[in-house]
């Protein structure tokens, strides 16, 4: 009897060991809320989710509830499996008091030369088709001489600070009387910016939206469409961008690269974008202009 009664009490001691205090319950419960909100974010089910993970629904519930702490490898499939972005990953690890698993040195530190040197190079040999690096709210890291030569109409004022190439291209004072299909083009772009907002809930994407969408007034009644530039789905396949420049106008398609295996955050951020000739006479234009 005393013998059990010493084992009675060691199973108590051991399992009251367990117990999460109020500041890790609260903990478990912010970080399952953020992983039920990008679930239902992908409108994946539990049981989706937790089938494409190999572990039961009622573990996945209690993850998402806070009654389980899950794994730092857990965690990290789940990002894979509901596309979470970089930044908000390392936000989630910290949270959940792991290391983060991507460095957070912005672009201009030393560390990163060779991301920098990489992105030069490819700027450099797209030309003579204009190609810029954007950073995730699509402001300006760099451009090739062709992409600077194409700008050269637009307000000083839209190219200091933070230079956004989304507003550039549709500000009044920017590209915008340059753009032969400005209702086309501008559908695209706003559509483009919402499947953006969808995949990462960026906060700064939406202000950038509202802003670009109160530029509707600048179009003549005869550039307005019924496109419905906030809608979801996939992005059309091909919308041209056709310039009117001195040279005549210029048609280009755009093509984006992105450095997809980057382990820091600002470099699996960037994006290349590239505006292809779409036709000869653009092409020949592009090599002049490259001769000049």
Not at 144 to 171: D, E, K, T
Not at 182 to 198: F, N, Q, T
Not at 228 to 254: C, H, Q
Request: charged residues 20%; hydrophobic residues 45%.
């Amino acid at each position: 009897m005393p013998g059990g009664a010493a084992a009675i009490t060691s199973k108590v001691k051991m399992n009251s060991c367990r117990v999460s205090s109020p500041d890790a319950m609260a903990t478990d419960y912010v970080l399952g809320t953020a992983l039920r909100d990008w679930r239902l974010h992908r409108r994946r089910s539990q049981m989706q989710l937790a089938d494409d993970m190999g572990v039961s629904t009622r573990h996945l519930s209690f993850v998402e509830n806070g009654r389980a702490r899950p794994s730092r490898e857990m965690l990290m499939r789940l990002f894979e499996l509901l596309d979470v972005p970089v930044r908000e990953r390392n936000a989630l690890l910290l949270g959940a008091g792991f290391a983060p698993a991507y460095s957070a040195a912005p672009m201009s530190d030393p560390s990163l030369e060779a991301v920098r040197a990489a992105m030069r190079l490819m700027l450099n040999g797209l030309e003579p088709s204009p190609a810029l690096a954007v950073d995730r709210h699509w402001n300006l890291v760099d451009a090739n001489r062709p992409a600077r030569q194409l700008m050269g109409g637009v307000a000083p004022s839209l190219l200091q600070g933070a230079v956004n190439v989304l507003r550039i291209s549709l500000h009044p004072q920017g590209l915008a009387p340059q753009i032969a299909n400005l209702a086309e083009w501008r559908g695209y772009v706003l559509r483009r910016l919402a499947h953006d907002i969808d995949r990462t809930k960026d906060p700064v994407l939406v202000e950038l939206r509202n802003e670009l969408a109160g530029y509707e007034a600048h179009l003549k009644d005869s550039q307005r469409t019924g496109v419905k530039e906030d809608a979801g789905g996939e992005l059309p396949i091909v919308v041209p961008l056709r310039l009117r420049t001195p040279l005549g106008e210029l048609s280009f398609l755009s093509a984006t690269t992105v450095f997809g295996s980057a382990l820091n955050v600002a470099a699996a951020e960037l994006a290349i974008e590239t505006f292809l000739p779409a036709d000869a006479a653009t092409r020949e234009v592009l090599q002049q202009m490259a001769k000049a």
